[in-house]
Protein backbone atom coordinates (compact mmCIF):
# COMPACT_ATOMS: atom_id res chain seq x y z
CA UNK A 1 0.00 0.00 0.00
CA UNK A 2 1.41 3.54 -0.99
CA UNK A 3 1.96 5.99 1.34
CA UNK A 4 -0.65 8.78 0.65
CA UNK A 5 1.44 11.92 1.37
CA UNK A 6 3.79 10.31 -1.39
CA UNK A 7 0.77 9.52 -4.01
CA UNK A 8 -0.36 13.33 -3.15
CA UNK A 9 3.27 14.93 -3.74
CA UNK A 10 3.69 12.67 -6.84
CA UNK A 11 1.04 14.60 -7.98
CA UNK A 12 2.31 17.61 -7.81
CA UNK A 13 -1.08 19.15 -6.19
CA UNK A 14 -0.25 21.14 -2.64
CA UNK A 15 -2.98 19.83 0.35
CA UNK A 16 -4.81 22.64 0.82
CA UNK A 17 -7.00 22.28 4.63
CA UNK A 18 -8.82 24.64 6.52
CA UNK A 19 -9.97 24.26 9.80
CA UNK A 20 -13.15 26.16 11.67
CA UNK A 21 -13.07 26.35 15.39
CA UNK A 22 -15.35 28.41 17.21
CA UNK A 23 -14.53 31.87 16.00
CA UNK A 24 -10.88 30.96 14.80
CA UNK A 25 -10.20 29.77 11.37
CA UNK A 26 -6.72 28.66 9.68
CA UNK A 27 -6.33 27.91 6.12
CA UNK A 28 -2.84 25.87 5.49
CA UNK A 29 -1.74 25.07 1.72
CA UNK A 30 1.39 22.99 0.82
CA UNK A 31 3.34 20.11 0.72
CA UNK A 32 1.36 16.89 2.83
CA UNK A 33 4.20 17.40 5.49
CA UNK A 34 4.49 21.06 5.91
CA UNK A 35 0.13 21.05 6.36
CA UNK A 36 0.52 18.35 9.01
CA UNK A 37 3.14 19.74 10.87
CA UNK A 38 0.82 23.43 10.80
CA UNK A 39 -2.33 22.02 11.81
CA UNK A 40 -1.13 20.28 14.76
CA UNK A 41 1.00 22.77 15.49
CA UNK A 42 -2.45 25.03 15.44
CA UNK A 43 -4.23 22.39 16.92
CA UNK A 44 -2.00 21.96 20.26
CA UNK A 45 -1.68 25.61 20.38
CA UNK A 46 -5.64 26.12 20.67
CA UNK A 47 -6.45 22.86 22.05
CA UNK A 48 -4.12 22.36 24.86
CA UNK A 49 -5.65 18.71 25.93
CA UNK A 50 -4.05 17.69 22.08
CA UNK A 51 -0.21 19.06 23.25
CA UNK A 52 -1.03 16.54 26.64
CA UNK A 53 -2.24 13.62 24.40
CA UNK A 54 0.52 13.98 21.71
CA UNK A 55 3.24 13.86 24.67
CA UNK A 56 1.45 10.98 25.74
CA UNK A 57 1.02 9.21 22.94
CA UNK A 58 3.72 6.01 21.26
CA UNK A 59 3.94 5.70 17.61
CA UNK A 60 6.34 4.34 15.32
CA UNK A 61 7.76 6.51 12.35
CA UNK A 62 8.90 4.30 9.76
CA UNK A 63 11.11 6.14 8.13
CA UNK A 64 13.04 6.50 11.28
CA UNK A 65 12.89 3.18 12.04
CA UNK A 66 13.85 2.09 8.80
CA UNK A 67 16.98 4.33 9.28
CA UNK A 68 17.90 2.65 12.65
CA UNK A 69 17.31 -0.79 10.78
CA UNK A 70 20.74 0.48 8.28
CA UNK A 71 23.26 -2.11 8.27
CA UNK A 72 21.04 -4.43 10.04
CA UNK A 73 18.06 -5.78 8.02
CA UNK A 74 17.74 -5.12 4.08
CA UNK A 75 15.36 -5.40 1.84
CA UNK A 76 15.69 -8.44 -0.75
CA UNK A 77 13.11 -9.85 -3.20
CA UNK A 78 13.16 -12.78 -0.65
CA UNK A 79 11.84 -10.28 2.12
CA UNK A 80 13.78 -8.82 4.60
CA UNK A 81 16.55 -10.20 6.15
CA UNK A 82 19.14 -9.47 8.76
CA UNK A 83 22.42 -8.86 7.57
CA UNK A 84 23.89 -9.12 10.89
CA UNK A 85 24.94 -11.80 13.25
CA UNK A 86 22.89 -12.31 16.07
CA UNK A 87 24.15 -14.11 18.29
CA UNK A 88 24.72 -11.55 20.66
CA UNK A 89 20.90 -11.71 21.79
CA UNK A 90 18.94 -12.95 23.85
CA UNK A 91 15.91 -15.19 23.33
CA UNK A 92 13.54 -12.74 23.89
CA UNK A 93 15.42 -9.90 21.98
CA UNK A 94 16.19 -12.84 19.01
CA UNK A 95 12.16 -13.15 19.09
CA UNK A 96 11.14 -9.66 19.09
CA UNK A 97 13.67 -9.24 16.04
CA UNK A 98 11.76 -11.54 14.13
CA UNK A 99 8.23 -10.41 15.24
CA UNK A 100 9.67 -6.64 14.31
CA UNK A 101 10.96 -8.00 10.47
CA UNK A 102 7.73 -8.98 10.38
CA UNK A 103 6.07 -5.89 11.17
CA UNK A 104 8.67 -3.92 9.78
CA UNK A 105 7.82 -5.40 6.20
CA UNK A 106 3.92 -5.55 6.31
CA UNK A 107 4.13 -1.70 7.21
CA UNK A 108 6.56 -0.72 4.38
CA UNK A 109 4.33 -2.65 1.92
CA UNK A 110 6.83 -5.84 1.20
CA UNK A 111 5.03 -8.50 3.30
CA UNK A 112 1.27 -9.07 2.91
CA UNK A 113 1.21 -9.69 7.13
CA UNK A 114 2.97 -8.48 10.40
CA UNK A 115 2.34 -11.94 12.04
CA UNK A 116 4.66 -14.54 12.61
CA UNK A 117 3.56 -18.03 13.06
CA UNK A 118 5.35 -19.73 16.12
CA UNK A 119 6.89 -22.63 14.13
CA UNK A 120 8.20 -19.82 11.61
CA UNK A 121 9.94 -18.42 14.96
CA UNK A 122 11.42 -21.83 15.77
CA UNK A 123 12.48 -22.17 12.77
CA UNK A 124 14.08 -18.75 12.72
CA UNK A 125 15.38 -18.85 16.17
CA UNK A 126 16.67 -22.47 16.24
CA UNK A 127 15.16 -22.32 19.31
CA UNK A 128 13.20 -25.07 21.03
CA UNK A 129 9.60 -24.51 20.97
CA UNK A 130 9.57 -24.93 25.20
CA UNK A 131 11.91 -21.68 24.91
CA UNK A 132 10.01 -19.80 21.95
CA UNK A 133 6.38 -20.24 23.57
CA UNK A 134 7.99 -19.20 27.34
CA UNK A 135 9.72 -16.08 25.81
CA UNK A 136 6.53 -15.20 23.62
CA UNK A 137 4.43 -15.77 26.76
CA UNK A 138 7.27 -13.06 28.33
CA UNK A 139 6.72 -10.56 25.45
CA UNK A 140 3.10 -10.66 25.26
CA UNK A 141 2.93 -9.95 29.53
CA UNK A 142 5.07 -6.97 28.93
CA UNK A 143 3.23 -5.64 26.04
CA UNK A 144 6.16 -6.15 23.48
CA UNK A 145 3.99 -8.21 21.59
CA UNK A 146 0.41 -9.63 21.56
CA UNK A 147 -1.01 -12.83 20.05
CA UNK A 148 -3.20 -12.43 16.98
CA UNK A 149 -4.92 -15.81 16.74
CA UNK A 150 -3.71 -19.09 17.97
CA UNK A 151 -0.13 -19.56 17.51
CA UNK A 152 0.09 -16.27 15.35
CA UNK A 153 2.12 -13.53 17.45
CA UNK A 154 3.05 -9.96 15.86
CA UNK A 155 5.00 -7.24 17.81
CA UNK A 156 3.39 -4.33 19.43
CA UNK A 157 4.02 -0.58 18.63
CA UNK A 158 5.95 -0.54 22.26
CA UNK A 159 7.83 -3.86 21.19
CA UNK A 160 9.13 -1.93 17.62
CA UNK A 161 9.76 1.00 20.11
CA UNK A 162 11.75 -1.19 22.45
CA UNK A 163 13.23 -2.96 19.21
CA UNK A 164 14.60 0.35 17.99
CA UNK A 165 15.90 1.52 21.48
CA UNK A 166 17.64 -1.75 22.52
CA UNK A 167 17.94 -4.60 19.85
CA UNK A 168 19.05 -2.54 17.11
CA UNK A 169 21.82 -0.81 19.27
CA UNK A 170 23.17 -3.86 20.79
CA UNK A 171 23.81 -5.31 16.93
CA UNK A 172 25.02 -2.56 15.58
CA UNK A 173 27.59 -2.04 18.82
CA UNK A 174 28.00 -6.06 18.18
CA UNK A 175 28.81 -5.29 14.76
CA UNK A 176 30.81 -2.08 14.76
CA UNK A 177 28.52 -0.65 12.93
CA UNK A 178 26.98 1.89 15.31
Known sequence: MADSSQELTSLGFPLEVTIR????????TGPPEGVAKEVLTFLTSVI???????KLSLSVDLAELAKACEGVVAVTPEGLVVTVPVDV??????????????????MAGKTKTDTVQT????????????????????LC?????????????????????????TVIPKLKQARGVV
Open 21 to 28: YGTLEKRV
Open 141 to 165: SESLAERKRKGEYRATTLGLHVFQQ
Open 89 to 106: LADRELILLHLAKARIGE
Open 119 to 138: SDLISATKRTSGTVAGRLSE
Open 48 to 54: PQLELAS
